[in-house]
C-alpha cells in the first residue's frame, strides 16, 4: 500500500466486549437492527473520538484545548447555559486532530474538520454481539453505616416546599408504619456482549493542514499568526492554501496518534461498567472496502431455526491484518501474536509518516 495513490487509510479493529455498558440511557444505549429484528448496543462515534483523544493527549503528556462554557442570566434571574465554546487552536493536539466549531453571535463561524472519521463502535454482525437478553436490577445501597448518612424529608406547604425536622419525620414514619431505607432501587438495566468492530478514515490531506480560506474560516486572524510565529509553514493542499504543521511537530503526534487509534478505552465513574474490551484484530488499507473484507461477520445456516453468524478473519484481502492471541478465544482457527498490536501502531505509524504533507500539489 503507498499512500501517494490514495490520500485515505482506513482501519478497522475488532474487540470482545463482556457484560459491560458502553453509555447509559435507560441501560446501555441500543439501536435497533430491522433486519434481524435485533436491538444492538453501541459507543457512539463521538464517545470514541473522545475516548482517542484523551488517550492522545495523556500519551503525550499535554492537556485539552480549554473550553469556555457561558452562561446567560435571563431577566427573570435565571441563569441560562448558552454554547460552548472552542478556542479553534491547533497548537492543542486535541483541536488539530479532533476538530471544532466555534458560532458567536455577531461573529462569524470558525469551524475546522476533523481529519478523523470515526464510526460508532458496533457488533461486527447482529447475530455476533448486542445487549444481553435478560434485564437486571442494581441498588444503590448505604444502609450499612446510616449514622453517616441523611434522610431529607419534605413536603409542599402553601406551595412551597419544607422540610421535616427529626421529630416531625420520626412522628410520621410511626403514625405511618412507614421506614426509609439508605438504598435506592434501579430496575431494567442491560448490559452489552460480543464481539465488536470500530473503523477509522484518516485524510491525510488535512491530518497536519489548516486552511487559510476565508470564505469558510478554520482560523481567526489572530490564532493564524500565532501558528506562523511558531512555524507553520504556508502552502497548498486539495482544498486551497493552508498552513502546514512543523515537521518536529508531526514526528511528536503521528506515534502517539497511532497509539490512541488503537489503544483508546471507554472510561467510567460507574464500577458496573468495566469491561477489559481487549482487542483481537486490527485491519488496515487504503480501500475502505478491504478493511471490511478482512474483519467480518457470515451468515451461518448451522445454528437452529434462525441463522446464525460466524466472525471471519479473511487475510486475502487486500488489507494488513493483525491478530492478537486472545483472538482464538472467539474465532476458530485464528493464530494471534503478542505484539500484534505493537506491530500495526508501527505499521501506521510508517503509513503516516509516507504521505508528503509539504508538497500535495
Not at 10 to 30: C, D, I, P, S
Not at 132 to 155: C, G, K, L, N
Not at 251 to 265: C, F, S, T, Y
Not at 287 to 311: C, H, K, T, W, Y
Amino acid at each position: 500500500m503507498k499512500n501517494h495513490f490514495s490520500p485515505y487509510i482506513y482501519l478497522r479493529a475488532l474487540r470482545h466486549a463482556e457484560h459491560t455498558v458502553f453509555a447509559v440511557q435507560n441501560g446501555q444505549k441500543f439501536y435497533y437492527d430491522p433486519q434481524f429484528g435485533t436491538r444492538m448496543a453501541y459507543s457512539s462515534g463521538q464517545q470514541v473520538k473522545r475516548s482517542i483523544m484523551e488517550e492522545l493527549t495523556s500519551l503525550l503528556g499535554e492537556p485539552h484545548a480549554p473550553i469556555t462554557f457561558n452562561w446567560e442570566i435571563s431577566k427573570e434571574n435565571k441563569a441560562q447555559q448558552k454554547e460552548p465554546h472552542s478556542p479553534c487552536d491547533p497548537t492543542y493536539a486535541d483541536q488539530l486532530l479532533g476538530g471544532y466549531m466555534k458560532a458567536e453571535t455577531g461573529e462569524y463561524v470558525i469551524k475546522r474538520r476533523s481529519p478523523l472519521s470515526i464510526s460508532a463502535m458496533r457488533p461486527l454482525h447482529p447475530r455476533l454481539g448486542g445487549l444481553e437478553t435478560v434485564s437486571e436490577d442494581a441498588t444503590f445501597d448505604r444502609s450499612a453505616h446510616p449514622e453517616q448518612h441523611i434522610i431529607r424529608v419534605s413536603r409542599m406547604e402553601g406551595g412551597k416546599r419544607v422540610e421535616l425536622t427529626k421529630e416531625e419525620l420520626e412522628e410520621w414514619l410511626i403514625s405511618n408504619n412507614r421506614n426509609l431505607p439508605l438504598r435506592n432501587w434501579i430496575s431494567g438495566l442491560t448490559r452489552a456482549s460480543g464481539l465488536f468492530v470500530y473503523d477509522v478514515a484518516i485524510d491525510l490531506r488535512t491530518l497536519f493542514c489548516v486552511s487559510l480560506n476565508r470564505l469558510e474560516p478554520e482560523l481567526t486572524l489572530k490564532t493564524e499568526e500565532k501558528l506562523r510565529q511558531a512555524g507553520w509553514l504556508e502552502g497548498r493542499n486539495a482544498f486551497g492554501p493552508c498552513l502546514i504543521c512543523p515537521r518536529e511537530r508531526r514526528e511528536q503526534l503521528i506515534p502517539a496518534l497511532a497509539h490512541a487509534l488503537l489503544n483508546w478505552r471507554i472510561t467510567s465513574n460507574q464500577s458496573r461498567t468495566f469491561s477489559l474490551m481487549e482487542t483481537l484484530a486490527i485491519a488496515i488499507s487504503n480501500n475502505a472496502n478491504q478493511v471490511a473484507f478482512a474483519i467480518r461477520g457470515e451468515l451461518s445456516e448451522d445454528m437452529g431455526d434462525q441463522p446464525g453468524a460466524i466472525p471471519i478473519l479473511d487475510e486475502n484481502a487486500k488489507a494488513k491484518l493483525f491478530v492478537t492471541p486472545a483472538c482464538a478465544g472467539y474465532i476458530a482457527g485464528a493464530k494471534g501474536s503478542i505484539d500484534a498490536i505493537e506491530r500495526a501502531e508501527q505499521y501506521l505509524v510508517e503509513q503516516l509518516r509516507a504521505f508528503d504533507y509539504e508538497n500535495q500539489h
